[in-house]
């Protein structure tokens, strides 16, 4: 079992940079590929990025490449993503997840949610 909770979301500016945290409890976090996700009122939840179980590899979606970047550190539990050059349509919960298995882009294959945090980009 892996409990997320994810953590650093808030109201932000255009243009402007924030940090989300997602700190892990047990001790096999570093077994587990991480990913990010969001979801958008009345949308479907979106693939954001994705990091290795050593961190050494990353995957983005389009959307947020060369703006976001996905980092871990296995000795904290703990998963980031620095979003910087925020614009109005990143607004949505963002959710960290972690998988045992599948495709680093496919929500049906992690096994382990967060709550979310709330992210709000004004223009």
């Known amino acids: 079992q892996v409990q997320l909770v994810e953590s650093g979301g808030g109201l932000v500016q255009a243009g402007g940079s924030l940090r989300l945290s997602c700190a892990a409890s047990?001790?096999?976090?570093?077994?587990?590929?991480m990913g990010w996700f969001r979801q958008a009122p009345g949308k479907e939840r979106e693939f954001v990025a994705a990091?290795?179980?050593?961190?050494?590899?990353?995957y983005y979606a389009d959307s947020v490449k060369d703006r976001f970047t996905i980092s871990r550190d296995n000795a904290k539990n703990t998963v980031y993503l620095q979003m910087n050059l925020l614009k109005p349509e990143d607004t949505a919960v963002y959710y960290c997840a972690a998988r045992s298995r599948g495709s680093y882009h496919l929500p049906p294959d992690y096994d382990y949610w967060g709550q979310g945090t709330q992210v709000t980009v004004s223009s």
């Open positions: 990091v290795s179980r050593s961190g050494n590899s990353a």
């Open positions: 047990g001790r096999t976090f570093s077994s587990y590929p």
